[in-house]
């Protein structure tokens, strides 16, 4: 994306413009983050949302999203921001900002603290060009679903699931293509009783239909990730994430922002309206378990914010939420770092774009139908608020010394904490 000249808002009229400083936003995905697979995007209509919100900002701003690994620990995802930061850094001078959704925030956080040990050959000591981190729905605090997922019964099922996929991808003895036409009379079967745009339509439609040996690859490579490596399940448990913020050191000059997601309680009037489509009724159902397990943890780990952050939490949902709310895989409170510059009734992937909304040239279903009430106009509102920030902080000082509200929260003990919960 080539800078674009705006007229310096500081010269007088008929004056000659200015070329302003090239912006880089770095978009992290989250757990099981794969960018692409195929034409199925992890960030679904963000990058074109954003660049549209910073053109209107007039901020020259080049979007990058990071290749990540799967469920690899937190320490080897870091070091894949960092190299993604390095190669940044080498094509200009420009301030970046980093914007990472779900466990990608951790990542990033580890990536950018000058004290991080990480695995990488890569060298990357500007860490004055790190301006601002927003991180969407990430689990800061832990959410009660890694503890699951790395119990006795958890862990071998993740592990087995990719597995399977994987060696039936790359060793299976049923002809590719007799299997791709069997899916495709399935996926197909659907549209016949009135149910099309579902999620099945989707991942046919942008994975499966032109699954040549490039996106076969694709995805093996990425089962083969998940199957090898679950390090990070561990590592979100909240007593891991506790550690990890005693041990990590932030830059003094990063700007940090959070947005801040709830969704609704499972209902069985819900499940009853899906009752026509059973693609929803599943994923509802499957939503609900996973709502009751995030909402299970010790409230000790979830600190109340503090006062300045409260404000837009109970303009969002009325009252401070407590331990138990979630957006159906991270606790809302776990969430909160820095700044809450957006708050949204929505689920966890809600807000990366698979919400059920329709753009020109194809269905995007909701992948997790939690009833949110999330639509195309809270899409855009969340990410307006969120190029706001950056722009805001892009007009800033670059190496000024900011103050970070919140931050009081990490300092808690477990006394304090179960205190401020109650």
Known sequence: MRGLIV???????????????????????GFFGFGALGDLNYFAGVTETLTA????????????????????SIRHRAATVLETLADVARRDDGPIHVIAHSTGGLDARLAIAPTASLPTSVGFKLYDRICALVTIATPHFGTPLASFFSSAMGYPLLRSIASIGGAALEHGQLPLAAVLRLGKLIFRLDDWIGLSGTFADEIYADLLE???????????????GVSHDQSLVFQLTPAACDLLNACTADPTGVRYGSVVTRGNRPSPWTFVRHGSNPYAQYLYALYSIL??????????????????????????FGVVPSHRDSDGIVPTLSQVWGEVIHAARADHLDVVGHFGNRRPGRAQSDWLPSASGFDEAAFHALWASVAEFVTRRAREEPHQSVHNVGTVRTDLDAEQATKVVQ
């Open 7 to 29: 007229p310096c808002p500081n010269c007088r009229a008929g004056s000659v413009p200015v070329k302003p400083r090239m912006h880089h936003v770095v978009l992290v995905p």
């Open 53 to 72: 919100e910073f053109k209107r900002r007039y901020l020259p701003v080049r979007v990058v999203e990071v290749p990540t690994l799967p469920t690899a």
């Open 210 to 224: 032109d699954f040549n040996d490039d996106r076969r690859q694709e995805v093996i490579d990425f089962l083969r």
């Open 291 to 316: 709502h009751l397990i995030a909402g299970s943890g010790d409230g000790r780990f979830f600190p109340r914010p503090v006062e300045t952050q409260c404000p837009a939490l109970e303009r969002a």
